[in-house]
């Protein structure tokens, strides 16, 4: 092994003792504002709440149970729109719908794995957070999508567990569940997203972060093949397509000769369907950008021939959420997204890194 990599096994080394000495209750700011929405308010209401509130999923609350009831997220708004594009004549039932249609009903860890499809025993069995399962709503089974699989941890659990059983999972946010000691009953203490997390890495472990010298091109950080883009005319219905079918949340804009223009986000849709016109589907990428928040942040990039020391440095400075890598005349080469940065910094050099999706 050359010195250079003798190195970044050590940052990674570091990081990984870090990430299992600290739980996600350290992830958490000292105060914070949760906004959990109850499983029956109207979708429509729903899409006003989060756009006021600037945020773009929230946690679900059962009130007839007093429990958890899954997180909503971009992807249900998604599905509510293939539902719409599948069942036109049904717009009308759209506007009625209520969150609890939109989402995956929570069963109870006591739940015998009997009652559900085998699909998903194969999709649960070697997670740890198998305790937690979740039944087809009315949506998801018209639209023929396999549901969301929410999985969750206790704030308290080694922050290690919590990464590995989102990417293990595929889930971009966790919530972090707690028993109270007085009812017995679920409390949802917050969601820890992968940005969170990859923030916290990096302003906290600075010393282990920079061993890290290899270049995004030597460790094959990110995805390069078959990259799924977008043209600024093409519609807005086009693009979530493209991201439902390669199950993807992000797209980025290209002009005809390949330089990055943008990056379309699975969060986009929302500023598109917020009034409940879902004609404004078949709008342009480029108008539906024009929708972005004024202090929407801009896209970053990176090259090829960054160290991932340097790709630490720009999360810590800034709120990425992914990395288009370019080349010198903005010329599009891959994209990177936090899932393969935890993954990377999880799992490579052991058996999982192949493994994991
Ligand atoms: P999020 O970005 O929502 O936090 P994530 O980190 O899982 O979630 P995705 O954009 O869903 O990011 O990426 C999933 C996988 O698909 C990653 O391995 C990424 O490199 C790859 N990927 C991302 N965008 C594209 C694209 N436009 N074309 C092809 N592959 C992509």
């Not at 006021?52 to 998604?78: C, E, K, M």
């Not at 919530?175 to 940005?195: A, H, K």
């Not at 061993?211 to 219905?237: C, F, H, P, Q």
């Not at 936090?338 to 910094?345: E, R, T």
Request: net charge negative; charged share 25%.
């Amino acid at each position: 092994m050359s010195p250079v990599d003798e190195e970044q096994m050590l940052g990674l080394k570091g990081l990984r003792e870090f990430l299992r000495v600290r739980t996600s209750y350290d992830v958490l700011p000292l105060s914070f504002r949760l906004i959990v929405l109850d499983n029956d308010l109207l979708i429509k209401k729903s899409l006003n709440i989060l756009v006021q509130n600037g945020i773009v999923s929230a946690p679900l609350w059962d009130s007839h149970n007093s429990r958890f009831a899954g997180l909503l997220t971009s992807t249900d708004y998604i599905n509510l729109i293939q539902y719409y594009c599948q069942f036109p004549d049904q717009v009308d039932k759209v506007e009625e719908f209520r969150l609890s249609s939109l989402r995956g009903m929570t069963l109870a860890p006591q739940v015998p794995y009997a009652s559900v499809s085998v699909g998903y025993q194969n999709k649960l069995k070697n997670d740890r957070a198998a305790d937690v399962l979740v039944l087809t709503t009315d949506i998801e089974k018209a639209i023929g999508v396999l549901p969301l699989e929410t999985v969750s941890v206790h704030p308290s659990e080694p922050l290690y567990e919590a990464c590995s059983r989102m990417l293990k999972s595929r889930a971009r946010r966790i919530p972090l569940i707690d028993i109270d000691d007085e009812t017995n009953r679920e409390t949802i203490v917050s969601v820890i997203t992968q940005y969170r997390i990859l923030k916290f890495i990096a302003v906290n472990t600075e010393p282990h972060t920079m061993l890290l010298k290899r270049t995004v091109r030597e460790i094959g950080l990110g995805t390069y093949k078959n990259l799924i883009t977008a043209k600024m005319s093409d519609t807005v219905l086009d693009v979530i397509n493209q991201m439902v079918v390669h199950n993807i949340s992000a797209v980025p804009v290209v002009d005809k000769n390949n330089v990055v223009l943008n990056v379309f986000e699975a969060v986009d849709v929302i500023p598109c369907i917020k009034s409940g016109v879902y004609d404004e589907l078949t709008f342009s990428v480029g108008e539906a950008l024009c929708k972005r928040a004024d202090d929407f942040p801009g896209i970053y990039t990176c090259q090829e021939d960054d160290r991932l020391e340097s790709i630490f440095t720009t999360l810590r400075q800034s709120r990425v959420h992914r990395l288009v890598v370019i080349d010198d005349n903005w010329h599009l080469k891959g994209m990177i997204s936090l899932s393969d940065i935890l993954k990377y910094v999880l799992f490579y050099g052991e058996e999982e890194y192949a493994t994991i999706a």
